[in-house]
């Protein structure tokens, strides 16, 4: 089954920023896209977050199967595929503007940060990306490299002061269209 799953993050929900625009620009590929809503975005917990990520990703995840995570999305997500690691492995999964990291600046996501236990080891996606932008805000675009070099990649960085927000003009993101386009027509290894 061709899927995409956005996850969104911290203080956002699935009618922010750019979400509904991809969902409607995955359709010309014939993916079914859910956008997943996060409870209580503005004061999130990690028990909470994880159980619908349980809720909605269990016994959907394919070879086919997109996800598209954005800052606290990203830690979220990459909880969730490291403690299920005999899954699937799956087709393509997009980081943006991700951290795996307590952020200085938003001590209020640090007790759900410490939550997570991510073994980086235990992410099975045939393709995986990070964006970043290089004057990020709220997540330090160092937090993204960090992020990458974990997962032995590099960091695609945008130059962009900002986070990827609507409120930025982040209403469309065609650089990420292009990147998961370009996965969609890459012959499989």
């Known amino acids: 089954m061709k899927n995409l799953f956005i996850i969104h993050g911290y203080k956002a929900n699935t009618e922010s ?3 509904q625009w991809l969902k409607s620009s995955m359709m010309r590929y ?3 896209t859910e956008i997943i809503p996060l ?7 990690y028990k909470a977050w994880s159980q619908t990520l349980d809720d909605y990703l269990s016994h ?6 997109i996800i598209v995570a954005h800052s606290l999305g990203v830690i979220t997500t990459l909880d969730y595929l490291s403690h299920h690691a005999n899954e699937t492995h799956i087709k393509g999964l997009f980081l943006i503007s991700g951290f795996n990291e307590q952020l200085p600046n938003i001590p209020e996501l640090n007790h759900f940060i410490t939550q997570t236990d991510i073994s980086l080891n235990n992410i099975n996606a045939h393709t995986i990306k990070v964006i970043g932008a290089t ?3 709220i997540v330090n675009i160092d937090a993204t490299r960090r992020l990458s070099s974990s997962l032995g990649i590099d960091t695609i960085e945008i ?4 986070h990827f ?4 003009g982040y209403t469309t993101f065609e650089f990420l269209l292009e990147q998961i386009n370009r996965l969609l027509n890459k012959k499989r290894d």
């Open 165 to 168: 927000l609507a409120s930025e």
């Open 60 to 65: 959907k995840l394919t070879n086919e199967t």
């Open 17 to 19: 920023h750019w979400f």
């Open 135 to 137: 004057a990020d805000p």
């Open 30 to 32: 014939g993916y079914t």
């Open 39 to 45: 409870p209580n975005s503005a004061q999130p917990k």
């Open 159 to 162: 130059p962009h002061e900002g």
